[in-house]
């Protein structure tokens, strides 16, 4: 578009011989337009491009802020989609998806929230009829990946201070050794709820 003046010029060159006047006044009134047009285009341009890069950046934050929220990650230890069933009262077990990618076992000890005591490691007994008791820590072998849920092993808030609410969400931290604390979201579904909504998603 910068050339398109000087192209026009070169082409005009025999007419100015003629009329120069009548062709400075026609010249001048193409360039303007040229400079108008030019104007528009690149007006346009600018308005397209700005538009296109922040629809771009908006739909990568909110997908980086989904996998954030479902997935938390140290060191080669992955904890995926924690959850609580709501309730108002007693104790409040999490349960979680777990993957030890490391090349040695690791070792759940607990965890700790602003909602509760300590979070014990409990386990569904057979001996007991079911009732949940107190493990104390839990082994994770290399390469395994383990569900923490109600048939199993989990994590057990031993008692909640305020009513836990479907919607609401909050932080726990759970130790693991030798790793140290993982910070994970605990999202709190339907008091009848069985498993977290995306479980088995790939992230």
């Known amino acids: 578009m910068r050339a398109l003046p000087l192209i026009l010029a070169l082409m005009a060159a025999p007419a100015l011989a003629e009329g120069e006047h009548g062709h400075d006044h026609d010249h001048e009134e193409h360039a303007e337009g040229e400079h108008h047009d030019a104007h528009d285009d690149h007006g346009h341009e600018d308005h397209a491009g700005h538009d296109d890069h922040g629809h771009g950046d908006h739909a990568h934050e909110e997908h980086a802020g989904d996998d954030d929220g479902h997935l938390s990650e140290v060191e080669g230890v992955r904890i ?94 759970i130790t693991v050794e030798p790793v140290g604390t993982i910070e994970v979201q605990v999202d709190v579904l339907a008091a009848d709820a069985t ?9």
């Not at 104390?136 to 092993?153: R, T």
């Not at 498993?195 to 992230?203: L, T, Y």
């Open 195 to 203: 498993r977290h909504p995306h479980a088995g998603h790939v992230h």
């Open 80 to 173: 995926l989609h924690a959850w609580t069933p709501a309730t108002r009262r007693g104790p409040a077990p999490i349960y979680f998806e777990f993957e030890n990618e490391r090349d040695a076992p690791v070792m759940v000890t607990g965890g700790a929230t602003d909602h509760g005591e300590a979070a014990a490691v409990m386990g569904v007994s057979l001996t007991a009829g079911g009732a949940p008791v107190t493990l104390g820590e839990m082994e994770i072998l290399a390469g395994d990946d383990v569900d923490f849920d109600a048939q199993g092993v989990f994590l057990m808030l031993v008692e909640i201070d305020e009513p836990l609410e479907e919607g609401q969400s909050f932080p726990l931290d």
